[in-house]
């Protein structure tokens, strides 16, 4: 390299990056460079295709195990903000970028993104045709990966990850539970948020809630709810839990395998009919299985914040933040219930045809009574939501608290309340309304005259 073209390089914003290697057990390989820690890291290889909240996705501790691609080509453009960050420490294996930015522009930032990383010594790649690596996954499914600044050896390199450990029956989620119960109240709400959220209404219901891997703004949500948390470790005993004498128990979100979670999943069974329950994400897939469910392993799985969701109670749609690699199996409840579910008898492997019937079908469980499915991925045809007809208890496979993503499901929040509340008809709310509830911007819009906008109390 010449002089000039050295002082020219030395004068952008961006420093040169060392070469870095993504290899996938299936012998493709994606060379790049490195823009944040060095090292080698092997995981489960996933895309988000999420436009906004890096931040959020890369701190949720559901991504335990994995190495994420971005699909949004330019990640890092508008830096970090320790209060958006869903856990202290980042659990991910390592990130893939098509473009990282090294000098973010937003008056929030306090740092890089690659600073951040560096700091939590995650591995990252930029350089790479993302668009070529998520068609790839797409058509040959998740599997393994390793992602390497210090090999360079492809052979060397697939050698190495087809003798690494699959996520496949790890239980990931004792490795980002917390060790001891914790209390999170209004006391622990970010106060940069403030500037965009209505006041936090007073507490009224007691919740405890199983930490499998929680994303903080969970765990707001339920705050801004009007709930009293406190959170406990993934095996807390169900004795313990309702010797606290919580109004409800929330389940959370949470990484890998749910067939290995069994010291929860057997909790969530003695819990169901004895206290209201409501779960999310990997919580969702705890209460299928505490009902005798079972679960599959999805080809590339779910993440991004726009995956539309039928309300099959309501007929409306909902563009739903996902995350999760693993997914409900519903017919594996029970046999349908004809004469609440349109006359119909058979099971139906893709779920849209309850969709395009307007039909939300019951099944009869061995365990718990009648499990009605309420939300289907207009994707694929899989379960997104089950409500239990017999007990108080329903839970979704989607994240609703919108970090990253759109807000269309943060009515589920306000269901879990009026579940606790004994309200037979807690899922009938106006999603529309509901999903500007808490937000100071929807109290402006609705005194703007002409608008058509109308808000309600309680919370985002």
């Known amino acids: 390299m010449s002089q000039i073209s050295e002082r020219l390089l030395g004068g952008t914003s961006k420093p040169a ?3 870095a290697i993504l290899v996938l057990e299936d012998g493709a390989v994606f060379r790049g460079t490195s823009c944040a820690a060095t090292g080698e890291v092997y995981g489960e290889i ?13 701190t949720d501790p559901s991504y335990a195990g994995q190495i994420i691609t971005m699909t949004y080509p330019q990640i890092g453009n508008y830096g970090v903000s320790r209060d958006d960050c869903q856990a202290h420490t980042p659990a991910l294996r390592g990130l893939v970028v098509r473009d990282m930015c090294a000098m973010p522009s937003n008056w929030r ?6 600073d951040y990383l560096r700091e939590h010594g995650v591995v990252a790649l930029e350089g790479v045709d993302t668009r070529a690596l998520v068609r790839h996954v797409r058509d040959h499914g998740a599997q393994r990966a390793v992602l390497s600044t210090i090999d360079a050896d492809e052979a060397s390199l697939l050698a ?4 690494s450990e699959s996520i496949v029956g790890v239980n990931l989620a004792a490795t ?7 209390h999170f109240g209004a006391d622990e709400l970010p106060k940069s948020q403030q500037f965009a959220l209505a006041a936090v209404p007073q507490a009224r219901c007691k919740v405890v809630a199983y930490d499998c891997g929680a994303k903080r703004s969970i765990l707001e949500n339920l705050v801004r709810a009007g709930c009293d948390v406190t959170a406990v470790p993934w095996n807390t005993p169900a004795a313990d839990v309702l010797a606290m004498e919580p109004d409800g128990v929330f389940l959370s979100n949470g990484p890998g ?9 057997t909790q969530v069974e003695q819990l169901l009919g004895n206290v209201p329950v409501f779960g999310i994400c990997l919580g969702h897939q705890m209460i299928s299985k505490a009902a005798g469910a079972a679960i599959e392993k999805l080809k590339f799985g779910h993440r991004g914040g726009n995956h539309p969701v039928m309300n099959l109670l309501t007929g409306r749609v909902e563009i739903t933040a996902q995350n999760h690699g693993f997914g409900l199996l519903f017919p594996s409840l029970g046999e349908l219930v004809p004469e609440l579910s349109g006359g119909f008898k058979g099971h139906e492997d893709d779920l849209r045809f309850w969709a395009n019937a307007h039909i939300a079908p019951v099944v009869q469980n061995e365990h718990f009574g009648r499990i009605r499915l309420t939300h289907v991925n207009l994707n694929d045809g899989t379960a997104e939501g089950i409500a239990f007809l017999d007990i108080p208890a329903f839970s979704v ?4 608290e919108a970090s990253p993503g759109p807000t269309d499901a943060h009515y589920l929040f306000t269901a879990f309340m009026r579940l606790m509340d004994g309200r037979a008809d807690y899922l009938d709310i106006d999603i529309a309304e509901d999903r500007l509830a808490g937000w100071t911007f929807g109290a402006q819009q609705a005194t703007v005259p002409g608008a058509t906008v109308t808000t309600t109390e309680g919370g985002r």
Do not use: M
């Open 397 to 400: 496979q989607y994240h609703p």
């Open 109 to 114: 930032s306090e740092l890089t993104l690659p």
């Open 257 to 265: 395998d749910p067939e290995a979670v069994e010291d929860t999943y």
């Open 17 to 19: 990056g060392t070469p």
């Open 46 to 58: 996933c895309f988000n295709t999420s436009l906004e909240g890096y931040l959020e996705v890369i």
């Open 160 to 163: 190495k990850v087809r003798a």
């Open 176 to 182: 980002v539970s917390c060790d001891e119960p914790y």
